[in-house]
């Protein structure tokens, strides 16, 4: 009994662990590259497996998707997937690709301002700079070595 | 496959690859929600993931570089965040319900409400229309604001970008700091 428990347990359980896998995938992604625009695909990973999670909550099992018959005489013995959590999604799919080309926008504009879009070039970058308002008149001399 | 897909976004250091692949995600993504029932998610998946995602990223590329550089940077401590965080979750999710059980508390709540309330009072045979712009218009009206504020946002972010262009090639000082 018990070990029939477990197996049911961990196959109804399997899904949201590989949604949880994809998920830290696209934060590794955020955080370990250096890269703008890959930070940007980690970002989207990331958002999909949230959406994933959301939507494997909806499902039913034996369900179908939730569009009546046309006349909507309902048959009651039909089971319907929860349509809540799809028109939570759908807004928050929206929602995430305006951030996205918020972000593409944003990656464009550091672009033009740094002529680079890694981060730890930047980082130097801002480094050289601050260094070079610190040496005041050694700016000349100093920001060209 | 989408673990592979993901996991070959992590590896790739050409960015041209990384964009295409991460359309590939949008599309697998798109099927496992048909599989999941959520037809209308899976087609807004395909059209705005796959497909303008996709194009945004790759104009963004055309302004900007095609390959990432390499860096020596330490990778543990992402990785241990990472791992930590994930572990974190999954302990979080032994205390929900099996996949597709009908009696979790997602289904027995607000769902039967909308199957019963629906024929009668909206008349729309599909719900998920049903709900997004009946029951919850409200959301959808934020999230109209939300895109029009981005959208004024990326406006603002790029215009005068051909302009700005121009004085950069006429002051070339500027191009010392991009290599």
Known sequence: MFEEMTVEFILGHLNYWFFILLMMTGLYV???????????????????????????????????????????????????????????ILTAIVVGIATTSLGLALIIRIREEYHTIEEHEIAEQET????????GDQLISGGNS | MLVITALAVVRTRSLFAVVTLSGVFSLLSALLFVTLDAVDVAFTEAAVGAGISTVLMLGTLALTSRSERSEKKTQIVPLLTVVVAGAAMVYGTLDMPNFGSPDAPAQTHVGPEYFE???????????VTAILASYRGFDTLGETA?????????????????????EDEDDPDQEGGST
């Open chain 1, 30 to 88: 955020v955080i370990a590259k250096g890269n703008l625009v890959k930070k940007i695909v980690g970002l989207n990973i990331f958002q999909t497996s949230v959406f994933m999670l959301y939507i494997s909550t909806g499902k039913v099992e034996g369900g179908t998707a939730p569009i009546f018959p046309m006349d909507m005489k309902i048959d009651p013995e039909m089971i319907y997937s929860n349509p809540l959590p799809h028109v939570l």
């Open chain 1, 128 to 135: 050289k700079i601050s260094l070079a308002e610190l040496n």
């Open chain 2, 117 to 127: 309330r629906i024929p009668k009072e909206i008349d729309v045979p599909n719900a």
């Open chain 2, 146 to 166: 939300v895109v029009f504020t981005a959208g004024i946002g990326v406006l603002m972010l790029m215009s005068g970008l051909g302009r700005r262009r121009k």
